[in-house]
């Protein structure tokens, strides 16, 4: 079993930054892969980014550029820079960890982006 806990949500003006932290613990030998994903109010989870165990990246068009995914698989631990916030990132973000065919999930911390 793997627990996940994010961390460095809150409130920001619109052209700000956070970084967000998730420390995984339990099984992290488990991980195959770990990312990050949100969710807006009405809308579906979706993917912002992903780093696999070899460290290859990968970010959702509306983040690329402007988002930067961090971290270390083998020790549980991944990070999103977010810069130039804009107010539709807003959402709560989750941290999740992949093991082979399941995904385990932070609680979530929410990011507001106000104009």
């Known amino acids: 079993q793997v627990q996940l806990v994010e961390s460095g949500g809150g409130l920001v003006q619109a052209g700000g930054s956070l970084r967000l932290s998730c420390a995984a613990s339990?099984?992290?030998?488990?991980?195959?892969?770990m990312g990050w994903y949100r969710q807006a109010p009405g809308k579906q989870r979706e993917v912002v980014a992903t780093?696999?165990?070899?460290?290859?990246?990968n970010y959702a068009d509306s983040v690329k550029g402007r988002f930067t995914i961090s971290g270390d698989n083998a020790k549980g631990t991944t990070y999103l820079q977010m810069s130039t916030l804009k107010p539709e990132d807003t959402a709560v973000y989750y941290c999740?960890?992949?093991?082979?065919?399941?995904?385990?999930w932070g609680q979530g911390t929410q990011v507001t982006v106000a104009s």
């Open positions: 339990g099984s992290i030998s488990s991980i195959n892969a």
């Open positions: 999740g960890a992949l093991l082979m065919r399941t995904v385990h």
């Open positions: 780093i696999t165990n070899g460290g290859t990246t």
